[in-house]
């Protein structure tokens, strides 16, 4: 059986499983330097997707198009080979706890190329559901687990899977739709809209980005106890669920704080630390309920991309064992409508999977020199020395993409974190904030020596500290706060990552090296080598066994204004 999933709006992807074993998903993002979270713009790239995979539309057994929308089946807009395509879809979410989670919606009219299809349509929630239990640890052990779904568009809503897939509604835990974290920041500098400098038809991409930035920003603040009574009361006073309610509480805080000295930055980090406590508080009443209830829980939505909540929830020692995938925003959106298909037809949740499943690295006609660049053979052995003698970034693209947001090692800039102006080096060749962080990546085995907890963390998903003894060792991959997000490399996952950590490790000593996304800004990671290329603004490109230099110039030299770009 081969299933198609596609998410149409932002966020735009194509996932093939084919009887339980994931093909590939392919967010639109990651092809051809697009735009982050692009919509699926015409159903073309369905066709491309799978012709990639040496099969055509007709193959499929079912296509199945994500939810969205409130109040009943709804539509989104789309094209197909250039001519405007509507689609009907199942709504964003369930209307009563009694609702089936896992009913399917059946539509015609999915044109791709010259056919016409039938397709299916879940929740939006439920592909959250799905795509997070159905590649869990707990799936694959046919255990139950809690799942919890927060994003921009619900409330934080509970739901108890079993291994058979059948999903038992729990209901919201708490008051506030996900949206309010970003709308809140967008309250204050610098992330107001006119802070951000775009046009107005952009803003709700731009505030997509939004979150990721505070809860690096809140590292600059303090948690203000006085600040989080305010919050009490607004959210006691004025709660109304209801997507507006975001500007209200906003517009609140800022009306019952005017007499007030607020720094933003205490104001987001006040917010952030609130939220964590209300979500953790809300997770324990709810495994309270359920006494005979499982001990592991899953975690998805968009929401599940903040870290010190996800740190929270694990330390809190309400769950046994915490699960994120690593697409549990949009980007796993497609994949779950699959998951859901698959679940509903056949009663096997699990999933055989992997993260480096994206789209694979386009090879073009790069042969010779280019773009200034001339080209050497050079193994995983010589990068590490390259790393370790030259103390440059590198451009690293091998294999297939990461699914989700986060590189993971296969579209990466990677570089020494033994230099402690590093993380002001990469943020001025990628043009990004100065307070932004850099990840450490990390030999799963060395993890625990470095940091605390240093716990298995493939996704990097989990907040971490530096050990004392390796602050001065590695201060690239300090956050202002003195913690790190960490990513542990299992060699038998992916061995070309495996390998450069050993021999660098080897070399000089350590067993870390900074890791950020190779990427044009504002754009998917690198889906060739020739975009690293023309991009420039790293000596050196690698892959797969070849490395791309040329020599210094003015590129190189980090400037104020740059490492401050928005």
């Known amino acids: 059986m081969l299933i198609c999933g596609v998410k149409v709006t932002h966020d735009g992807s194509v996932a093939l499983i084919e009887n339980g074993r994931l093909i590939t998903s392919v967010e ?66 369930e209307d009563n706890l009694q609702d089936d989670s896992l009913a399917v919606y059946r539509f015609e009219g999915l044109r791709v190329g010259a056919k016409e299809y039938p397709y299916h349509s879940y929740h939006h929630t439920t592909g959250h559901i799905m795509s997070a239990y159905c590649t869990s640890p707990f799936a694959a052990r046919r255990e139950p687990a809690f799942v919890v779904v927060w994003d921009g568009g619900v409330l934080p809503r509970g739901y108890l899977v ?17 949206n309010v974290y970003a709308t809140f920041a967008m309250h204050f500098a610098p992330f107001r809209p006119e802070d951000l400098g775009v046009p107005t038809d952009q803003l709700p991409y731009q505030q997509l980005s939004v979150p990721g930035k505070v809860m690096a920003y809140v590292a600059k603040g303090v948690v203000r106890p006085d600040l989080c009574r305010v919050f009490d009361e607004i959210y006691r006073d004025e709660l109304d669920i209801s997507l507006d309610f975001a500007t209200t509480f906003s517009r609140s805080f800022l009306s019952r704080t005017a007499r007030m000295t607020v720094r933003p930055e205490d104001a987001l980090a006040s917010m952030q630390h609130w939220l964590g406590e209300r979500l953790v508080e809300s997770l324990r009443e709810m495994r309270a309920l359920l006494p005979n ?30 699960y994120i995938p690593p697409f549990p925003n949009d980007s796993g959106s497609a994949i779950g409508a699959a998951c859901a298909e698959w679940t509903r037809s056949t009663g096997t949740p699990d999933l055989a999977w992997s993260v480096y499943s994206g789209p694979a690295l386009a090879y073009g006609k790069y042969d010779g020199d280019g773009y200034g660049y001339t080209r050497r053979p050079l193994d995983v052995e010589g990068l590490a020395a390259l790393l370790h003698l030259t103390g440059e970034p590198v451009v690293a693209l091998h294999g297939a993409a990461e699914l989700g947001p986060r590189a993971l090692g296969n579209r990466s800039i990677v570089a020494p974190a033994t230099q402690p102006g590093m993380k002001d080096r990469l943020n001025h060749i990628k043009g990004r904030e100065a307070y932004r962080p850099v990840s450490p990546i990390c030999l799963v085995d060395q993890a625990p020596e470095v940091f605390d907890p240093g716990t298995p963390d493939p996704f990097m998903l989990f907040d971490h500290r530096v050990r004392p003894a390796w602050i001065d060792r590695i201060p690239a991959v300090l956050h202002l706060d003195n913690s790190a997000r960490l990513q542990t490399v299992d060699p038998a996952t992916n061995p070309v990552l495996g390998a450069l950590l050993s021999a660098y490790h080897r070399l000089s000593g350590v067993p870390v090296l900074c890791n950020t996304s190779a990427n044009l800004h504002g754009s998917g990671f690198f889906p060739d080598v020739p975009s690293a290329l023309r991009w420039g603004r790293s000596r050196y490109v690698w892959s797969d066994g070849w490395l791309w230099e040329r020599p210094a110039d003015q590129r190189d030299i980090p400037t104020p204004s740059e490492g401050n770009a928005v």
Do not use: M
């Open 28 to 93: 639109i993002e990651k092809l051809d330097n697009r735009s982050r979270y692009t919509d699926l713009t015409d159903t073309a790239l369905i066709a491309r997707v799978l012709a990639g995979h040496g099969l055509s539309p007709t193959d499929v057994d079912t296509f199945v198009v994500d939810g969205w929308g409130y109040g009943g089946p709804s539509e989104v807009v789309t094209q197909a080979d250039e001519s405007p395509l509507t689609l009907t879809v199942a709504p964003y979410r």
């Open 162 to 178: 079993r291994p058979h897939g059948a999903v038992e509604n729990l209901g919201p835990i708490f008051g506030l739709i996900g």
């Open 293 to 322: 209830s499982p001990a592991s829980l899953c975690f998805a939505g968009g929401c599940a991309l903040n870290i010190k909540w996800n740190s929270r929830i694990r330390a809190s020692g309400v769950f046994d064992e915490v």
